[in-house]
């Protein structure tokens, strides 16, 4: 088959824009093979024949999918499809001193998977609920696993089976302590800023173990203070919040609500992670324009749209495509879910399990580079989550009542867990993003107890995650349902 030639190409794409329908299917007839892929009454939806991958091979393809979309849609600023965005922090070595992969540690393989499967089923539970999502799973896995270090016996159980701990309750802080020694060390890095905090406040003079203290600071870096909640539970709380507010560069200034501490409250676990990092290929702001964002099909509502063309890492699936904006040097990257269709978040979030985000992400990461034009809205969330009753639906009820067991951390069954609160943030922009999150887990004393570029234009509901790229863990997870003023 003749080859169609790099100009030759460009005028075709010129001539579909403006053209008529017939003019169009003539022309499009000469890009060749790649013309099948999509569908001419439905132009913005891919066919398949290409083994489903945005990819080097399919630069023709692309073409014809972006001169089909413009000329479908009257304009970018019109094009919609529904998106799911990714964001996913990473830390690749390439052959640097970052360190050896927790990839290659069998046990912190088995933490990210671990962690990245209680992201999605905490996902697919908030969800149901309005609104838009923001939340750190890897936060909320790592406060709950300094609690599961104290739990034993039916709690112990629970825990593990709700949050994937496999293998035996000693590894999982090693494991941890191999993840957050990775983080570290991208945080020593000049490419981004990225933290992990972790502290216990206890109440003085109560009899906690000397074992479960060593353990938590050793695997966790969580030093032990002592507090008197029996008669300054307030103070507490204002000192435990401004812990986090200086964790986070006071992007979480109150974790814990008035009331949240009583007097009862034995013991917090605290984590807070922090994020920031500019964009690899950073967008121009003077190209910055207001655009619609569709929350529903008919639904417009204006935003802040940035654009710009990049090379990018891609893949397509049926109902979605998935791309990757990396951060400077590729330490990082934001991974998006974008639907096809306008009201297809729904369908894409149906679809997500543990398994088919690791392959979905598996395939991502097999891509190869290619030219696109990407629309991403710039957007700030800030999401609080009280997770004790979701934690407890679950499968670790017993956590949370009488029948409560956490006699690893003062050798007898004395502590509850009564709360798991957490919050979010993250702010997207031309220069990059920046992101912050922190968990509380209150446990209180149970004699006490109360009850062509192929073209992204994410201007509708998505996804997102923040992934460690080099071993695949989730730090970060949520949605976007509405970004209108």
Same mark, same amino acid.
């Given at each position: 088959?003749?080859?169609?030639?790099?100009?030759?190409?460009?005028?075709?794409?010129?001539?579909?824009?403006?053209?008529?329908? %017939?003019?169009?299917?003539?022309?499009?007839?000469?890009?060749?093979?790649?013309?099948?892929?999509?569908?001419?009454?439905?132009?913005?939806?891919?066919?398949?024949?290409?083994?489903?991958?945005?990819?080097?091979?399919?630069?023709?393809?692309?073409?014809?999918?972006?001169? $089909?979309?413009?000329?479908?849609?009257?304009?970018?600023?019109?094009?919609?499809?529904?998106?799911?965005?990714?964001?996913?922090?990473?830390?690749?070595?390439?052959?640097? $001193?970052?360190?050896?992969?927790?990839?290659?540690?069998?046990?912190?393989?088995?933490?990210?998977?671990?962690?990245?499967?209680?992201?999605?089923?905490?996902?697919?539970?908030?969800?149901?609920?309005?609104?838009?999502?923001? #939340?750190?799973?890897? !936060?909320?896995?790592?406060?709950?696993?300094?609690?599961?270090?104290?739990?034993?016996?039916?709690?112990?159980?629970?825990?593990?089976?709700?949050?994937? #701990?496999?293998?035996? /309750?000693?590894?999982?802080?090693?494991?941890? $302590?191999?993840?957050? @020694?990775?983080?570290?060390?991208?945080?020593?890095?000049?490419?981004?800023?990225? !933290?992990?905090?972790?502290?216990?406040?206890?109440?003085?003079?109560?009899?906690?173990?000397?074992?479960?203290?060593?353990?938590?600071? *050793?695997?966790?870096?969580?030093?032990?203070?002592?507090?008197?909640? @029996?008669?300054?539970?307030?103070?507490?709380?204002?000192?435990?919040?401004?812990?986090?507010?200086?964790?986070?560069?006071?992007?979480?200034?109150?974790?814990?609500?008035?009331?949240?501490?009583?007097?009862?409250?034995?013991?917090?676990?605290?984590?807070?992670?922090?994020?920031?990092?500019?964009?690899?290929?950073?967008?121009? /702001?003077?190209?910055?324009?207001?655009?619609?964002?569709?929350?529903?099909?008919?639904?417009?509502?204006?935003? !802040?749209?940035?654009?710009?063309?990049?090379?990018?890492?891609?893949?397509?699936?049926?109902? #979605?495509?998935?791309?990757?904006? /990396?951060?400077?040097?590729?330490?990082?990257?934001?991974?998006?879910?974008?639907? %096809?269709?306008?009201?297809?978040?729904?369908?894409?979030?149906?679809?997500?399990?543990?398994?088919?985000?690791?392959?979905?992400?598996?395939?991502?990461?097999?891509?190869?580079?290619? %030219?696109?034009?990407?629309?991403?809205?710039?957007?700030?969330?800030?999401?609080?989550?009280?997770?004790?009753? *979701?934690?407890?639906?679950?499968?670790?009820?017993?956590?949370?009542?009488?029948?409560?067991?956490?006699?690893?951390?003062?050798?007898?069954? *004395?502590?509850?867990?009564?709360?798991?609160?957490?919050?979010?943030?993250?702010?997207?922009?031309?220069?990059?993003?920046?992101?912050?999150?922190?968990?509380?887990?209150?446990?209180?004393?149970?004699?006490?107890?109360?009850?062509?570029?192929?073209?992204?234009?994410?201007?509708?509901?998505?996804?997102?995650?923040?992934?460690?790229?080099?071993?695949?863990?989730?730090? #970060?997870?949520?949605?976007?349902? *509405?970004?209108? %003023?």
């Amino acid at each position: 088959m003749k080859r169609i030639s790099k100009q030759e190409r460009k005028r075709i794409s010129v001539a579909v824009i403006g053209s008529n329908a %017939k003019t169009r299917r003539r022309e499009e007839r000469k890009v060749g093979t790649c013309h099948f892929l999509f569908s001419q009454s439905s132009p913005s939806g891919a066919q398949g024949r290409c083994g489903n991958i945005l990819s080097a091979p399919l630069r023709l393809c692309v073409f014809a999918l972006k001169s $089909a979309v413009v000329s479908k849609c009257s304009g970018l600023e019109r094009i919609a499809r529904t998106g799911v965005l990714v964001l996913r922090i990473a830390a690749i070595t390439i052959g640097s $001193a970052v360190g050896a992969s927790a990839a290659d540690n069998p046990s912190a393989a088995a933490i990210v998977k671990a962690n990245n499967a209680f992201a999605v089923d905490l996902y697919q539970r908030e969800r149901t609920k309005p609104g838009n999502l923001f #939340f750190s799973p890897f !936060s909320i896995s790592t406060a709950l696993a300094m609690t599961y270090a104290g739990a034993r016996g039916e709690t112990e159980q629970e825990m593990a089976r709700v949050l994937h #701990f496999g293998g035996t /309750p000693e590894q999982v802080p090693a494991a941890f $302590a191999e993840l957050t @020694r990775r983080m570290e060390e991208i945080g020593r890095g000049q490419q981004v800023k990225l !933290s992990v905090a972790n502290s216990l406040w206890c109440q003085q003079s109560y009899p906690f173990t000397g074992a479960f203290l060593k353990l938590t600071r *050793d695997s966790y870096g969580a030093e032990a203070r002592l507090v008197d909640f @029996r008669n300054q539970s307030e103070t507490v709380r204002q000192e435990i919040n401004s812990w986090v507010a200086q964790k986070t560069q006071d992007k979480i200034k109150d974790l814990l609500q008035p009331g949240q501490l009583t007097p009862q409250a034995r013991l917090v676990l605290c984590d807070a992670v922090y994020f920031k990092g500019k964009w690899q290929f950073q967008f121009d /702001p003077s190209e910055t324009k207001p655009a619609p964002f569709f929350v529903a099909p008919g639904q417009p509502k204006t935003t !802040s749209m940035m654009s710009r063309t990049l090379a990018l890492r891609s893949r397509e699936f049926d109902d #979605f495509y998935l791309f990757a904006l /990396p951060y400077t040097n590729n330490v990082l990257s934001m991974v998006i879910l974008l639907p %096809k269709a306008m009201d297809g978040l729904r369908a894409v979030e149906q679809e997500i399990s543990g398994a088919t985000l690791g392959q979905w992400l598996a395939a991502l990461d097999g891509a190869t580079e290619t %030219k696109a034009d990407v629309f991403l809205p710039r957007f700030e969330l800030n999401c609080r989550l009280e997770l004790a009753r *979701d934690l407890s639906a679950m499968g670790m009820a017993s956590a949370f009542g009488p029948r409560a067991d956490f006699s690893g951390m003062t050798g007898k069954r *004395d502590l509850y867990i009564s709360d798991v609160v957490h919050q979010a943030m993250v702010e997207v922009n031309e220069e990059g993003t920046e992101a912050a999150a922190a968990t509380a887990v209150v446990m209180r004393s149970l004699a006490l107890r109360r009850n062509l570029n192929p073209v992204f234009r994410v201007d509708h509901p998505f996804i997102f995650l923040l992934r460690e790229n080099g071993t695949g863990s989730l730090l #970060f997870m949520g949605r976007v349902t *509405d970004l209108g %003023k």
